[in-house]
């Protein structure tokens, strides 16, 4: 049985932090690309960061880019979200996922944790 559990959400004040983590079970961590979405109420689902298997490769947002970092930690098999400079509209539900490279779709999707960044 395959789980992508986040936890590390909260409410914060603009310029704050936060760390996000994702824990996996199940899965050959090793293998698969892991990525943060995140989904604000009445907006579409959207990109946010991803880590390829090795840890060597990330890519970013540009509406995050130098304020949030990926990371992944292949001991616990978990991926992390960093959140620095956080600000009001980076309020959403973010969600954990997981894709297997040579695949457009990701196989696995986590419950979500709530971050509000309060002005």
């Known amino acids: 049985q395959v789980q992508l559990v986040e936890s590390g959400g909260g409410s914060v004040q603009a310029g704050g932090s936060l760390r996000l983590s994702c824990a996996t079970s199940?899965?050959?961590?090793?293998?698969?690309?892991m990525a943060w979405f995140r989904q604000a109420p009445g907006k579409e689902r959207e990109f946010v960061a991803t880590?390829?298997?090795?840890?060597?490769?990330?890519y970013y947002a540009d509406s995050v880019k130098g304020r949030f970092t990926i990371s992944r930690d292949s001991i616990n098999d978990t991926v992390y979200l960093q959140m620095d400079s956080l600000k009001p509209e980076d309020t959403a539900v973010y969600y954990c996922?997981?894709?297997?490279?040579?695949?457009?779709?990701?196989?696995?999707w986590g419950q979500g944790t709530q971050v509000t960044v309060s002005s």
């Open positions: 996922a997981a894709r297997q490279t040579g695949y457009k779709d990701y196989d696995y």
């Open positions: 880590i390829n298997t090795s840890g060597r490769s990330t």
């Open positions: 199940g899965l050959t961590f090793s293998t698969y690309n």
